[in-house]
């Protein structure tokens, strides 16, 4: 069936450097990909989507970008701050409401 | 921006007791809803799809007759664990697809359970 990866599975980094989690999907049809954020305890809030016909996004300190001849895309956050640090999940929305996560990117902004 | 409430944030029950879970989309339509399970430092593993005016679309490995949906009207969905056992203890969250409009999903804030 349709899976989504992601790498990697934790991610530190020091304050004011760059992160970069990547995710791939298996099904071709696929032609929209959501990142959230969740915080301990909290629910997912989405923070950036993009949709095939587009290979780039970008919103302040975050981008996403997608190649779909390879079926990746990644989230890119950068000049990290310590209230970016919680779990990411990348997903893919296959067909009209089939949405598929990723199994999450616990990112550390170290201060 | 498109808000989803879910209740009880958090609740405690004995084993053998049923346990009802709302959801509802506060200033939309929902045709479509979506039931998940986390459990600690996991990914969401989505249970059941919850259509409205239909039966719920179950996931493969998720007991229909023990997590009952139903999903009434356009803003409201309900899970119910029946009968609940330890084993069923998790985080339960749902997640709404605003109809008409695009494909942006929109979750609920959990609902911690925990059974003794």
């Known amino acids: 069936g349709e899976n989504v990866e992601q790498h990697p599975s934790t991610l530190s980094v020091q304050e004011g450097d760059s992160a970069v989690i990547k995710c791939t999907y298996s099904?071709?049809?696929?032609?929209?990909f959501p990142w959230y954020k969740q915080e301990l305890g909290k629910r997912p809030q989405l923070i950036i989507d993009?949709?095939?016909?587009?290979g780039e996004k970008k919103d302040q300190r975050i981008a996403v970008t997608l190649n779909k001849t390879a079926k990746h895309f990644s989230l890119h956050i950068t000049e990290t701050q310590p209230e970016d640090s919680a779990v990411y999940f990348c997903?893919?929305?296959?067909?009209?409401?089939?949405?598929?996560f990723g199994t999450g990117t616990r990112l550390k902004v170290l201060a | 921006g498109a808000v989803v409430s879910q209740h009880p944030s958090r609740v405690i029950c004995k084993s053998g007791t049923s346990v009802k879970i709302e959801c509802r989309s506060l200033?939309?339509?929902?045709?479509?809803m979506f039931w998940y399970r986390q459990f600690p430092k996991k990914s969401l593993m989505l249970m059941a799809t919850s259509n409205e005016g239909s039966k719920a679309t179950y996931e493969q490995g998720v007991e229909k007759d023990k997590f009952l949906i139903n999903h009434a009207s356009l803003t409201l969905s309900t899970l119910t664990v029946t009968s609940a056992h330890p084993e069923d203890s998790s985080f339960y969250i749902c997640?709404?697809?605003?109809?008409?409009?695009?494909?942006?999903?929109?979750f609920g804030s959990g609902t911690q359970l925990s059974v003794l």
């Open positions: 997903a893919s929305l296959s067909g009209t409401y089939k949405y598929i």
């Open positions: 200033d939309f339509q929902a045709t479509t």
């Open positions: 099904d071709s049809a696929s032609n929209y």
């Open positions: 997640s709404a697809r605003n109809r008409g409009r695009d494909e942006k999903l929109f």
């Open positions: 993009i949709r095939s016909n587009v």
